[in-house]
C-alpha cells in the first residue's frame, strides 16, 4: 500500500471539490466508531461499608441544589402544551441531525470513490446517493450500538453481582479485568468498522455481511491500515497545535484591534470584535469540515487500495 499517494490524492480531492468540506461538517468528530472516555474509577467508592452513600456524596450539592431551582422555575412558567412542543421540537432536531449526519456519510463515500475513479457530477447526485442507504446505514448503526451495549452489559453483571453481595475487593479486581477488555473491545472495533461502512456504501453488502468483510479486510491487512491510522493521528496533532497557536494569535489580535475602537466608540468596539470572532469561528468550522473530509477520503481510498 502507497500511503503517501492515499494522501496525496485525498488531499488533492478534497482541494479541488470544495462541497466536500461541507459534508465533512455533517460527518460529525469521527469517521467511524467513537472511542468512549471512560473514567479512573474512584477507589474512595469503596472505602465506606454503604457504596451508595459515597457515590451520591460525590454529587455537588451546589450544582443539584441549581438545578432544582431551575427546574422548579421552568416548571412553573411552562405549561404541559409547551413542555410537549418543547419535547417534540427536540426529538424532530435529533432526527434530522441523524439523517444528516449518515446521509452525509454514503454521501461522502460515494463522491470520494466516483471523484477518484474520474466521475462529474454535482453535490445534488452525491446527496441523492447518501440518500439511498439512509437505511441500511441506520440499521448497521444499531446493530454495532447493540452489540456494544450487549457486550458492555455481559462484563458488567459479575461486578454488579459482587458489589451487591459487598464482595468489593472481587469487584474492583474483576471490574478493572472486565473493564480494560471492553476498551480493547471497542479500540479493535474502531479500527475495522470503517472499513466495514465502505463495504456497506461501495459494494452493496448488508449490515451482517459488511461487518464481516471489514473485519476480515483489516485482519489481512492491518498492518497498512494500522500505520495509516498512525500517520493519520500525527497529523491531526500536528493541526491541532498550529490551530492553537493561530488561534492564540488572532485572538490577541482581535483583542487588541477591538480594544482600539473601544476607545474611540464602544459601540463600534463591540461590533468590530464581535465580527471578528464571527470571523474566526466560520473559518475554524470550514477547516474543521476540510479536515474531517480528508479523514474519510483517507479511509475510503485506503479501503480501494487494499481491495
Not at 18 to 28: I, N, V
Not at 69 to 87: C, D, G, H, P, R
Not at 159 to 181: D, N, R
Not at 279 to 290: K, P, Q
Request: one cysteine or more.
Amino acid at each position: 500500500m502507497n500511503h503517501i499517494k492515499v494522501l496525496k490524492e485525498s488531499y488533492i480531492l478534497v482541494l479541488k471539490h470544495r462541497y466536500l468540506w461541507f459534508l465533512g461538517l455533517l460527518l460529525g468528530a469521527g469517521s467511524g466508531v467513537n472511542l468512549y472516555n471512560f473514567g479512573n474509577n474512584n477507589s474512595e467508592i469503596f472505602k465506606q461499608d454503604n457504596p451508595s452513600q459515597n457515590i451520591a456524596s460525590l454529587v455537588s450539592a451546589n450544582v443539584k441544589d441549581a438545578g432544582q431551582v431551575l427546574s422548579e422555575k421552568i416548571s412553573a412558567n411552562m405549561s404541559n402544551m409547551e413542555w410537549a412542543i418543547a419535547t417534540v421540537s427536540i426529538l424532530l432536531i435529533i432526527i434530522a441531525l441523524i439523517y444528516l449526519n449518515i446521509t452525509a456519510k454514503g454521501a461522502a463515500t460515494w463522491a470520494i470513490s466516483e471523484l477518484h475513479g474520474g466521475a462529474k457530477f454535482n453535490f445534488s447526485d452525491a446527496w441523492n446517493a447518501g440518500h439511498k442507504y439512509f437505511w441500511r446505514r441506520l440499521s448497521y448503526g444499531i446493530v454495532v450500538g447493540a452489540s456494544i451495549l450487549v457486550s458492555l452489559a455481559v462484563l458488567a453483571t459479575p461486578v454488579i453481582l459482587l458489589a451487591i453481595f459487598e464482595l468489593i475487593v472481587p469487584a474492583i479486581i474483576v471490574g478493572t479485568v472486565f473493564g480494560l477488555a471492553f476498551c480493547a473491545l471497542v479500540i479493535y472495533l474502531s479500527l475495522f468498522l470503517p472499513y466495514s461502512e465502505r463495504t456497506l456504501f461501495l459494494d452493496n453488502k448488508k449490515t451482517f455481511k459488511a461487518v464481516f468483510a471489514g473485519y476480515k479486510l483489516f485482519n489481512k491487512n492491518w498492518v497498512n491500515l494500522l500505520l495509516m491510522y498512525l500517520i493519520l493521528f500525527a497529523i491531526g496533532i500536528v493541526v491541532a497545535i498550529g490551530l492553537v497557536i493561530a488561534l492564540l494569535l488572532c485572538g490577541l489580535l482581535a483583542f487588541g484591534i477591538g480594544a482600539a475602537f473601544y476607545f474611540i466608540n464602544h459601540i463600534a468596539g463591540y461590533a468590530i470584535g464581535g465580527l471578528i470572532g464571527l470571523a474566526l469561528f466560520l473559518a475554524c468550522l470550514i477547516l474543521n469540515g476540510a479536515l474531517q473530509s480528508f479523514n474519510w477520503a483517507v479511509i475510503t481510498l485506503s479501503y480501494k487500495e487494499v481491495r
